[in-house]
Nanobody, 115 residues
Framework: QVQLVESGGGLVQAGGSLRLSCAAS????????MGWYRQAPGKQRELVAT???????NYADFVKGRFTISRDNAKNTVYLQMNSLKPEDTAVYYC?????????WGQGTQVTVSS
């Protein structure tokens, strides 16, 4: 089992920044990719960004140039730096970890961007 705990969400004005963190614990060996997803009210959960153990990244088009994902393997932590936030970025952000073809999810952290 892998446990994921997110932190760093909150309320910010449009144009502001937030940094999300996700710490993994438990059976963390063999975790390959980690990433962030989000779900807005009434919408499906969608990919935001992923990072492999080797540091390769992938971003959704709607966050390219604004968000940066990074990973500290020594701390078993993944980060999401979010800049130039927009009201449409408002959602619950979930951390995910891929281990041996199973995906584990965190409990989510709310990000609210006011206009």
């Amino acid at each position: 089992q892998v446990q994921l705990v997110e932190s760093g969400g909150g309320l910010v004005q449009a144009g502001g920044s937030l940094r999300l963190s996700c710490a993994a614990s438990g059976s963390i060996f063999s975790i390959s990719a980690m990433g962030w997803y989000r779900q807005a009210p009434g919408k499906q959960r969608e990919l935001v960004a992923t990072v492999t153990r080797g540091g390769s990244t992938n971003y959704a088009d709607f966050v390219k140039g604004r968000f940066t994902i990074s990973r500290d393997n020594a701390k078993n932590t993944v980060y999401l730096q979010m800049n130039s936030l927009k009201p449409e970025d408002t959602a619950v952000y979930y951390c995910a970890a891929d281990r041996l073809k199973l995906v584990y999810w965190g409990q989510g952290t709310q990000v609210t961007v006011s206009s």
